[in-house]
């Protein structure tokens, strides 16, 4: 962390020389005016006295987990609110959206092997799965429940009993770190366009697989009365992959409780049962559904502009997570990255002709939900593509949601027109090693929310560091595993592409207005 800092105190001095020397604030090629003396200052604000780590450690440490729906998320939402108007921002608000359904906690969890020795058990329930009502002491079988021949053959066996649904996966050497950045050679492949289709198609021959399977597996359970389903958790080394198993709807047919266990603790009981020794497990889950409101929100706040106060610049990133660590790099890193670029905006005192507004998304999870909800409410409606009269005002959406890792480059979303606009935005930061410019798209995050119906929405290029190994979805999602120097580095550089934004003459360009939605053949789904 250290190094990091250190190298980004060495680039802000380089860019003080550069900006007292720079007599026509023009970079490289490009026409594209870029304010050197404006970029020092949010370097100055953000690398010397930043809060990024401070927020980042109130929405984990403090209100994380925060699934949407839960206790957890209001309280962090309403914190950050409290913030933003510290910092002086306007019109900031929780802003409701739904429904979304019921929300969902875990508020108990403990796991033991009794018999044939004790042992102490990692594991997680699924969200929006039901609790043990008080702790339950049972013998463990193992089912594997992978068709109707598999249901009828243990039929009136499992009543009362922890089903270990899944074979023992073996588990090997990480022979290779875990952790790493971005090469030269990795951004120089990423930055070429791809041509032709991603592949044939088709997939492996045979049949579809039954869709109707798992909600057959569900309900038998259900009669069967099992006490838990458990399973072994995607990863390794004390890292558990969990999600959700269960319905926001409170009206879908039950299910039954179901855990993710560490895979050497679920390994080690089956182990245990391929000997024919009796297991014997002990387990108190305490899990609340709510109900009483079925709306989310959106975390809202504003700096707003001067003479093209009219038109709108946005940045965001999704403010849920899921619920076994605290949901720090996925996505309190984004959540705070971009409070933090508002603090900057506001502190630094830097004239802004358009309004800057920030949207913190629930639902991102379940669906992009939050963001989707906010854009159909304010801009347009991607099934019509009709339009509202803020979709002409709108400038661009900046969003960060791949983790902690530094930012490299920018994915153009396809669109052309505004590759040289970023990358003269780019040149300072170059030192910092931002260089990279892609015409690819990146998915599974919310500016494809805004992209859906035609508006400018923009994902950064960022190191994987550990995203995809160890922190996303996982019980080690946690705020150690943020690193400070990139954070810092991150809001400065989204502080000065939005600052960019608001002040450039025109509005950002826009790829041609898409297609509406095609809307789903229920007939066919039915």
């Avoid at 995607?234 to 047919?253: K, L, N």
Wanted: proline share 7%.
């Amino acid at each position: 962390m250290r190094l990091d800092i250190a190298r980004s105190r060495r680039a802000l001095a380089a860019l003080a020389l550069v900006a007292t020397a720079a007599a026509v604030p023009l970079l490289g090629q490009s026409q594209e005016p870029v304010d050197l003396q404006a970029i020092f200052k949010i370097k100055d604000e953000g690398l010397q006295r930043s809060k990024v780590m401070e927020i980042t450690s109130y929405l984990t440490d403090v209100y994380g987990p925060r699934l949407t729906g839960s206790p957890n998320i209001r309280k962090a939402g309403e914190w950050a609110i409290k913030e933003m108007q510290g910092w002086g921002l306007a019109n900031t608000k929780l802003e409701p959206w739904g429904p979304f359904g019921r929300g969902w906690s875990n508020d108990r969890f403990v796991a033991h092997m009794t018999a044939p020795a004790t042992a102490t058990l990692i594991g997680y329930p699924k969200a929006w799965t039901p609790g043990t009502n008080g702790p339950v002491k049972a013998d463990a079988i193992f089912a594997a429940l992978n068709s109707d021949r598999d249901l009828d053959t243990f039929r009136g066996k499992l009543k009362g009993k922890f089903v270990l649904t899944s074979a023992a996966r073996p588990v090997t050497p990480h022979f290779e770190p875990e952790g790493r950045r971005y090469t030269d050679d990795e951004l120089a492949a990423r930055a070429r366009q791809q041509v032709g289709p991603g592949g044939r198609g088709g997939g492996p021959g045979g049949p579809p697989p039954d869709a109707n399977f798992a909600t057959r597996r569900t309900a038998f359970l259900v009669s069967e009365g099992v006490a838990a389903t458990i399973e072994p958790g995607r990863g390794d080394g004390g890292t558990v992959f969990v999600q959700s198993g269960g319905s926001r709807t409170a009206s879908d047919p039950p299910t039954v409780p179901q855990i993710v266990m560490a895979v050497e603790h679920y390994n080690r009981l089956v182990r245990i049962l391929d000997k024919k020794i009796p297991v014997t497990l002990e387990l108190d889950v305490k899990n609340t559904f709510y109900d009483s409101d079925l709306n989310a929100f959106t975390v809202v706040g504003e700096i707003p502009g001067t003479d093209k106060a009219d038109e709108l610049v946005m940045l965001g990133a999704h403010f849920d997570s899921w619920h076994t660590g605290t949901g720090a790099t996925d996505n309190a890193a984004g959540s705070a990255v971009m409070m933090e670029a508002m603090r900057i905006l506001k502190a630094t005192g830097l004239r802004l002709r358009r309004t800057v507004r920030i949207g913190l998304w629930s639902g991102e999870e379940q669906g992009l939900l939050g963001s989707r909800a906010y854009v159909t409410e304010h801009f347009a409606d991607r099934n019509t593509m009709e339009t509202r009269p803020a979709h002409a005002k709108f400038s661009g959406y900046f969003n960060v949601d791949n983790g902690t890792g530094a930012i490299r480059g920018v994915y153009l979303q396809g669109n052309e027109a505004v590759a040289p606009i970023f990358r003269a935005w780019m040149e300072p930061f170059a030192n910092l090693g931002m260089t990279t410019l892609t015409i690819r798209n990146t998915g599974g995050t919310d500016h494809q929310s805004y992209d859906a119906v035609g508006l400018p929405g923009f994902q950064f290029i960022q190191d994987p560091i550990e995203y995809d190994s160890r922190t996303h979805h996982s019980s080690m999602d946690v705020y150690d595993r943020v690193q400070a120097g990139d954070m810092m580095q991150n809001a400065v550089i989204v502080a000065s592409f939005v600052y960019n934004t608001a002040n450039r003459a025109d509005l950002l360009p826009r790829k041609p207005m898409p297609k509406p939605a095609p809307r789903p053949n229920t007939a066919q789904a039915r």
